[in-house]
């Protein structure tokens, strides 16, 4: 389909000259010979581009760029003008012209330069802006899901928070009291610690492999792990900690969470006074200091 344009210019042989030159290059073009008619011309069929004399008697050219660049920002414009005073032509750039031809225009070539050039250049702005539209309508999506993943991950972190033990805590004499700092706002840091008989306690320290909530939710396994532990432990489980890991390992195998957990337990024996740990997934052991020893 042929671009349009339309010509306006009060001399006759100029305009029939230009809309004649168009046509020979493919245009289909529209004349008005005077300001109004160009402007009901707009309003009644939109064109892809104008060609205005500026300095027409109606002293309308300057009018009718001031009307394109308020209601039509994006149409653009050439002016031909006979002025030989370039502060004419430099206002009309600034009201948003997009080039210039001096008349008299004697080369089809240099009208057809100058109107695709013009051409180029708006549809140029057009895709630009259209690819900043979308972009803005992808960062507008993109903060809505950030700020969707943050109240997840807000009531994660309370769902997570709210699995830790009461800190401090009292057993038998002995305080326990944890402090965690994750490395991001949901992680896979997890403890704890509570009474698996009249004498025993068992604590333990966690850490899930990655980042994220991937590895926040292995934790959520680790705390069914203790209450069922509660609930279903062996008692030479109590001076064996490593049965209790073997069993843990094998829940979490059996899960496919593809998640590594390194984790330290004890059993502490309050009547004896007694720990019994075991360590899996990392190195070194731990060291045990008591006094100098």
Not at 88 to 107: E, H, I, M, S
Not at 154 to 173: C, D, K, T, Y
Not at 263 to 282: E, I, K, W
Request: proline fraction near 4%; hydrophobic fraction near 45%; glycine fraction near 6%.
């Amino acid at each position: 389909m042929a671009l349009s344009l339309l010509v306006v210019d009060d001399v006759d042989v100029d305009r029939t000259w230009l809309a004649d030159a168009l046509r020979q290059r493919g245009f289909e073009v529209f004349e008005a010979a005077e300001t109004e008619a160009g402007l009901a011309r707009l309003q009644a069929d939109p064109v892809d581009l104008v060609l205005c004399e500026l300095g027409m008697a109606d002293a309308g050219g300057r009018s009718l760029l001031e009307r394109i660049a308020t209601e039509l920002p994006q149409l653009p414009v050439v002016v031909v003008t006979r002025a030989t005073d370039s502060a004419d032509v430099v206002q009309a750039l600034r009201l948003g012209a997009a080039d210039y031809l001096f008349k008299p225009v004697a080369d089809p070539e240099m009208v057809s330069h100058a109107v695709e050039s013009a051409l180029e250049r708006s549809r140029l702005r057009r895709d630009k802006a259209q690819i900043e539209a979308q972009l803005e309508k992808a960062n507008q999506k993109l903060r809505e899901y950030i700020d969707e993943l943050q109240r997840d991950q807000r009531a994660g972190r309370q769902v997570q928070l709210g699995m830790l033990p009461p800190s401090p805590m009292a057993i038998e004499g002995f305080r326990l009291q944890h402090r965690i700092l994750p490395s991001l706002f949901l992680s896979g840091d997890f403890v704890d610690y509570f009474r698996i008989t009249d004498h025993h306690f068992v604590f333990y320290i966690a850490d899930v492999s990655g980042h994220g909530a991937s590895s926040a939710f292995v934790t959520v396994l680790l705390k069914n792990f203790s209450r069922r532990l509660r609930r279903e432990y062996r008692p030479r489980m109590l001076m064996e900690p490593g049965d209790i890991l073997r069993w843990l390992n094998q829940e979490l195998l059996e899960s496919h969470l593809d998640r590594h957990v390194t984790l330290f337990l004890g059993v502490v024996d309050c009547a004896r006074n007694l720990l019994s740990y075991a360590n899996a997934g990392h190195f070194p052991a731990p060291a045990l200091v008591s006094g100098e020893e």
